[in-house]
C-alpha cells in the first residue's frame, strides 16, 4: 500500500460522515424517533445561552465545561449543525493522529491501515459524532498528547493534558502511567528518549538504571526534572481553566462540571452492575462515603494494570479505560467510544487472530450488549418489571468485559515505548564508529 491509501481512507470517511449529518437532519424533520443524540440539544443549548451572555448552566443537565458551549456557540448564527461537523472533523483527526502514532512506531503501512479503519469504519464511533456527542474531541486530544510524549515534548504534553481533564474529568486516571513513562533511563534532559520498534517482542521490560537503592538517588530518580515540568505545566492549566470559570459561573460550575461526575447515580440507561443499588436508593440521602466507595475496586485494578503495563503506554491507557468502564458506577454507550480509539494502537502487537479469538471476542461483547439492551428496552419502553433481570445482564455484561480484557492481555506482546538510555547510547556509538 501506498501512503495515498491513508488520504483515500479519510477522504471516504470524511464524506461518509458528512452524507451522516444531512440524513441526520432529514431523519429528525420526518422521523418520531430522532438521530440527534439529546446530549447534543443540551450542548446547543448551553452554548444558545452562552451566547448572549448567561451562565451555560441555566441549561439543566448541562455538565461540562463552558469550554464545550464556547466551542458550539456558531450553532446560533452559523447552523445548527455545526458542533457534529466539529465533532466528526475531530473523529477524523482521530484516525489521522492512531496512523501517524503507529508510524512513528515503525508498524508496516499495511497494519497502520487496517488499524485506522478499525476506528473510521466502526459504527459506534462514525455515529457518535455525527449524532452530535463530544467524545472525539476528548480522543483526539489524548492521542495529540501520545504524539507529543513519542516525541519527547513534555511541556506540550502537559499543557494539553491539563486542558482535557479540565474538558472531561476521566483522563486523570492517565496522570500515573504518564508520569512513570517520564523515566530518566528513557527522557534524558539533553536529548529526546528513543522510540523502540514495532516488532520488538514481549519480556523486553526497561531496565531499573539507577544503580543504588539509597533513598536519595531514589528521590533523585522520582522526582526528574520532565516529571516536575509535566505536573507542574498541567496542573496550572487545570487549576487556571477551574479558576477562571469558577471566577465567572462560581459554585454552579464547579459542582455540574467536576463534583458532580464524582457522586454521579444514574438509575436509566447504564451498564453498569450498580445499576439496581442505585435504582432502590434513588431520591434517598447517602452519604458521599458510601457514594465514593464504588471507586475502590476501580481503584485497585487500575493501580495493578499501571504497574504492569506502563512502560507500554498505549497498551496500559488502553486496558485501563477498559477497565474504568467496566468497573464504573455509570456506563452509558458514549463511553465505550474512550476506548475504541485506543484499541488500533495495541493492534500490531496482538498475537490474537481475528479468526477465531478476535470475532469470538467481538461476538461475545455485541451479544452481552444487546442481552441487556433487550431487557432494557422491556423496562423502559414496556414498562415490565424486569429490573432483576437487568442487573443480572449487567452482571453478564461486566463478566463478558472481564474476559475480553484477559484475553487481550494474554495475547498482548509487551513493548515498552521508548528504549533506555544504555541501549540507545550503544546504537549511537556504533553509528560513529
Same mark, same amino acid.
Not at 5 to 12: G, H, M, P, Y
Not at 92 to 98: A, K, R, S, T
Not at 424 to 433: F, M, P, R, V, Y
Given at each position: ?18 452524507? *451522516?449529518?444531512? &440524513? ?6 420526518? $422521523? ?12 446547543s443549548?448551553?452554548?444558545?445561552? $452562552? ?16 469550554? *464545550?458551549?464556547? =466551542? ?11 458542533? !457534529? ?18 508510524? =512513528? ?18 459504527? +459506534? ?8 456527542? #463530544?467524545?472525539?474531541i ?24 491539563? *486542558? ?10 492517565y ?6 513513562? *517520564? ?35 531514589? +528521590? ?17 492549566v487545570?487549576?487556571f ?9 462560581e ?24 445499576f ?12 458521599v ?18 504497574? #504492569? ?31 475504541? #480509539?485506543?484499541?488500533?494502537l ?6 490474537m !487472530? /481475528? ?31 424486569? +429490573? ?6 449487567? =452482571? ?6 472481564? &474476559?475480553? /480484557? ?9 513493548a ?7 541501549y ?6 556504533? !553509528?560513529?564508529?
Open positions: 500500500m501506498t501512503s495515498l491509501d491513508i488520504r483515500s481512507l479519510l477522504v471516504f470517511s470524511a464524506i461518509f460522515r458528512v452524507i *451522516l449529518i444531512v &440524513y441526520g437532519e432529514w431523519q429528525d424533520t420526518h $422521523m418520531e424517533v430522532r438521530y440527534t443524540d439529546v446530549d447534543y440539544l443540551v450542548f443549548d448551553a452554548a444558545a445561552l $452562552m451566547a448572549v451572555g448567561d451562565s451555560p448552566y441555566k441549561r439543566t443537565t448541562y455538565r461540562y465545561s463552558p469550554l *464545550l458551549a464556547f =466551542l458550539l456557540i456558531p450553532n446560533s448564527f452559523i447552523h445548527r449543525s455545526w458542533g !457534529k461537523f466539529l465533532f466528526s472533523a475531530s473523529d477524523i483527526l482521530v484516525g489521522y493522529f492512531i496512523y501517524y502514532i503507529l508510524k =512513528l512506531r515503525k508498524a508496516s503501512e499495511n497494519m497502520c491501515n487496517i488499524s485506522v479503519m478499525a476506528w473510521l469504519f466502526n459504527p +459506534f464511533t462514525f455515529t457518535i459524532g455525527t449524532r452530535g456527542n #463530544c467524545e472525539p476528548v480522543c483526539a486530544v489524548i492521542l495529540w498528547i501520545m504524539i507529543c510524549l513519542l516525541k519527547g515534548n513534555v511541556l506540550q504534553s502537559a499543557f494539553w493534558y491539563g *486542558l482535557v481533564v479540565h474538558f472531561r474529568i476521566y483522563p486523570i486516571i496522570s500515573i502511567p504518564i508520569i512513570l513513562v *517520564l523515566d530518566p533511563n528513557f527522557f534524558p534532559s539533553n536529548q529526546k528518549p528513543v522510540l523502540r520498534n514495532w516488532s520488538a517482542v514481549q519480556g523486553e521490560r526497561p531496565k531499573d538504571g539507577s544503580g543504588s537503592h539509597s533513598l536519595h538517588n531514589l +528521590f533523585k530518580s522520582i522526582f526528574t526534572w520532565n516529571r516536575v515540568v509535566f505536573g507542574l505545566v498541567s496542573g496550572l487545570f487549576l481553566c477551574t479558576g477562571l470559570f469558577y471566577c465567572l459561573y459554585w454552579e460550575f464547579l459542582h455540574e462540571a467536576l463534583l458532580y461526575h464524582l457522586t454521579r447515580t444514574d438509575p436509566r440507561h447504564n451498564f453498569s452492575i450498580y439496581y443499588h442505585i435504582y432502590l436508593h434513588y431520591g434517598y440521602d447517602t452519604s462515603v458510601e457514594k465514593l466507595i464504588s471507586f475502590l475496586p476501580q481503584f485497585l485494578v487500575q493501580l495493578v494494570l499501571i504497574f #504492569c503495563f506502563a512502560q507500554d503506554l498505549p497498551f496500559c491507557i488502553f486496558v485501563q479505560t477498559v477497565a474504568f468502564v467496566a468497573f464504573n458506577k455509570v456506563i452509558t454507550a458514549q463511553y465505550f467510544v474512550w476506548f475504541f #480509539c485506543l484499541l488500533p495495541i493492534l500490531p502487537w496482538s498475537k !487472530k /481475528l479468526r477465531w479469538d478476535g470475532l469470538s471476542c467481538i461476538l461475545l461483547w455485541i451479544g452481552a450488549q444487546t442481552h441487556w439492551l433487550m431487557w432494557g428496552y422491556l423496562l423502559e419502553f414496556k414498562g415490565k418489571n424486569v +429490573f432483576l433481570q437487568l442487573w443480572a445482564a449487567s =452482571l453478564l455484561f461486566l463478566a463478558a468485559n472481564i &474476559y475480553i /480484557l484477559v484475553m487481550i492481555i494474554r495475547n498482548h506482546r509487551y515498552s515505548v521508548f528504549k533506555a538510555l544504555e540507545a547510547n550503544s546504537k549511537n556509538a556504533a !553509528k560513529l564508529e
